[in-house]
């Protein structure tokens, strides 16, 4: 349902070698997608590794260009002139950021209008960009790769949805199997005649009809599209949700049906706009859309349901990578990238993460992934100010863009990398999202982070082998052996932050010489 991480063993070790270094990876290093939708036309321009999506640019213009469209049968008239403004501005950019091509898709709105044919021969004429026309199969095919860029692996129903049309696909083991295409868009719900009764019947037959194309769905529901993006603002408000990311949002289906209902009944949507930072253009059609979800969550009954930032812009992203790359985890290949663009030595996170091993030996793999990624990100924030360097290593590890980790495993890694400069995570700014995890994962976090803070005392060196740590959890004993070159190296600081790692593990030190 989620990650169903495997060790890595490209070159022998846990993890492998960084992919990032290989020309085809280098080759991704900026990729434009322009996505001409229902209801937005925007620009993204993907930098770095490409395994973990860095958005170098991200623009997006409302247009509302299948507004009206079921009684017209043509493409809103202003939204077409928005969406060409926009695609003009849009492809000087790519000039002026040295694109060498933009990829272009519209997805509901231009392949059902009887004029869509022409937008894209203006489209054209005027700006150069061709414009691909993706039928409701690719377009959901294409929303299911965008999940499998962050969920590796995953395996349960991506729905996307847009504003003239909503998409389902099933995915299992990193494939993407089958997919099917409705007109259940809010934009197109607007015009649907019969008030709220005729649209309640048509949403439960229309959902009725793709549960028996699709056949029973009983994992994950992975929800794609701004409609969804902006219940899940509400859901978090309703709830007094503290940490306002996206990406990975996790609901109940019960939590569906009270967010749904709360929706329904509020009295004031323009204050409810404002307290969630929903566009007016957006909030307009939650109402809508939340009337599919509901009616979705209860067709399909999924066992949870978890919100996607990726979609069909990072899955065309994903369409041009090389197999090997697919295959990496994407929280590993972010932070590797992270190190070797932003660390004082490159390279060490990989001792530092030999070095502490130890302390971990019986962790499971999905906890060794994330002290690998704290050991690849534990210098990335040298340049913060030594005030502010703790709560700054917080902050970026529990908000950065990075797939493949729940909430919960954010607030690990950032209260980890936050102990790699601070002994004590009282008194930050950030207490109130603590919580988030228990009191023993606060602990672990703790003891990774002070682990770090040591071993990264000890050797400036990428490849130096030094010492080591030895630990015996069951006679509370933590011993450590350094060469005889690395004793000048173990000063006070040293000893203190040694013994300050000690007292998290309740345990006695002992130091030893070590041949080489």
């Given amino acids: 349902m989620n990650i169903p991480l495997k060790p890595e063993t490209g070159d022998g070790s846990l993890f492998g070698r960084p992919l990032f270094e290989d020309p085809a990876a280098r080759a991704l290093s900026r990729v434009g997608v322009v996505d001409v939708g229902s209801n937005s036309v925007r620009l993204v321009v993907f930098d770095g590794a490409a395994r973990s999506p860095a958005y170098f640019y991200n623009e997006k213009i409302m247009c509302a260009l299948g507004a009206g469209l079921s009684d017209t049968g043509h493409l809103n008239p202003e939204g077409r002139t928005r969406a060409l403004g926009a695609i ?19 997805t509901a709105a231009v392949r059902d209008a009887s004029d869509g044919l022409d937008f894209r021969a203006e489209v054209l004429r005027e700006t150069g960009l061709n414009i691909r026309v993706i039928d409701g199969r690719e377009e959901a095919r294409l929303s299911a790769q965008g999940v499998l860029l962050g969920w590796p692996g995953s395996y349960g129903l991506v729905c996307d949805i847009g504003g003239s049309s909503m998409e389902l696909a099933e995915i299992s083991g990193g494939e993407v199997g089958r997919r099917v295409t409705s007109d259940l868009g809010p934009l197109k719900l607007q015009t649907l005649k019969g008030g709220r009764k005729g649209r309640k019947a048509h949403i439960k037959a229309a959902l ?14 992975f929800l794609v599209g ?30 569906v049906q009270q967010t749904t209902k709360y929706i329904a009944q509020c009295k004031d949507y323009e204050a409810l706009r404002l307290d ?29 349901i978890a919100l996607s930032s990726y979609g069909i812009r990072e899955g065309m992203l994903y369409e041009q990578m090389p197999q090997q790359l697919r295959d990496r985890d994407p929280l590993i290949e972010a932070c590797r990238f992270a190190e070797a663009k932003d660390a004082r030595l ?19 793999y999905a906890r060794k992934r994330l002290i690998k990624a704290a050991c690849l990100l534990h210098d990335v924030s040298w340049r913060a100010h030594p005030d502010y360097r703790a709560e700054a290593c917080f902050d970026n590890a529990t908000r950065a863009n990075l797939g493949g980790l729940k909430h919960s495993e954010r607030i690990f890694l950032g ?11 009282e008194g930050t700014h950030f207490e109130y999202l603590y919580d988030l995890i228990d009191d023993k994962t606060k602990v672990e976090a703790e003891v990774l982070g002070k682990a770090m803070r040591f071993g990264a005392m000890l050797w400036m060196e990428k490849d130096a082998d030094r010492g080591e740590i030895r630990w015996f959890p069951k006679k509370k004993l933590l011993e450590l052996r350094l060469t005889a070159d690395a004793m000048p190296l173990f000063g006070e600081v040293a000893e ?17 010489a070590r041949r080489r």
């Avoid at 009809?209 to 769905?217: F, I, N, S, V």
């Avoid at 490159?346 to 499971?364: C, D, H, Q, T, W």
């Avoid at 300050?500 to 002992?510: D, F, G, I, P, Y």
């Fill in 496 to 512: 203190a932050r040694l013994n300050s790692l000690a007292a998290t593990l309740e345990a006695q030190v002992v130091v030893k």
């Fill in 346 to 364: 490159p390279g060490f996170g990989k001792v530092l993460f030999n070095f502490i091993e130890p302390l971990f030996k019986s962790a499971p």
């Fill in 88 to 106: 003009h501005r849009f492809q000087r950019l790519a000039d002026g950021m040295g694109l060498s091509e933009l990829t272009a898709v519209a």
């Fill in 415 to 425: 209260l980890a990398l936050l102990h790699r400069y601070r002994n004590r995570r």
């Fill in 276 to 304: 969630c930072g929903i566009s007016g253009a957006r909030m307009a059609l939650v109402p809508l859309a939340a009337e599919v979800l509901a009616r979705l969550v209860k067709t399909f009954r999924p066992q949870d």
């Fill in 208 to 221: 009725n009809d793709l549960h028996t194309q699709m056949g029973t769905q009983r994992d994950r529901l």
């Fill in 226 to 255: 701004g409609s969804w993006r902006a219940i899940a603002r509400i859901d978090m408000h309703r709830r007094g949700y503290q940490l306002h990311v996206l990406h990975e949002y996790r609901m109940t289906p019960r939590a």
